[in-house]
């Protein structure tokens, strides 16, 4: 089961891809292979050395009983001391933000592929519009 933003690629130029793993509790992980999960308004924040994934929405899981999740709940990131320290300096430069671009299983793991991404201007998605359609008509 994979999950993408399609969004980020067009509001953000992506620099550079990470991947991470998440600390899930309870049913998350069960409602992720159902594909009940939503990373389009998510952003990662970097506070006090740790970096948490904000705003993902991971239904509750209709099975679950007592031990379900809240589905808004911010949601610890699972990165080396080094990564951290990476992106933080990266973030701190002018119009650079750090967005979910893919949440996926690998093996019995959920990851999440992080974009080190730059926001486009206006101009520069009416741009990737243009060159999408120019692709399309010539296939």
Known sequence: MEIKNKKAYFNYFILKEIEAGIVLQGTEIKAIRQGSANI???YIRIKDGEAFLINTYIEKYEAGNTFN??????RKLLLHKKE???LYEMVK???VTLI???LYLKG????????VGKGKKL???RDAIKQRDLAREIR
């Open 40 to 42: 389009k308004d998510s």
């Open 69 to 74: 999740h809240n589905p808004t709940r911010e």
């Open 84 to 86: 951290i320290a990476k």
């Open 93 to 95: 430069q002018e119009g």
């Open 100 to 102: 979910p671009l893919k």
């Open 108 to 115: 019995n793991y959920a990851k999440i592929l992080i974009g």
């Open 123 to 125: 101009y520069d998605k």
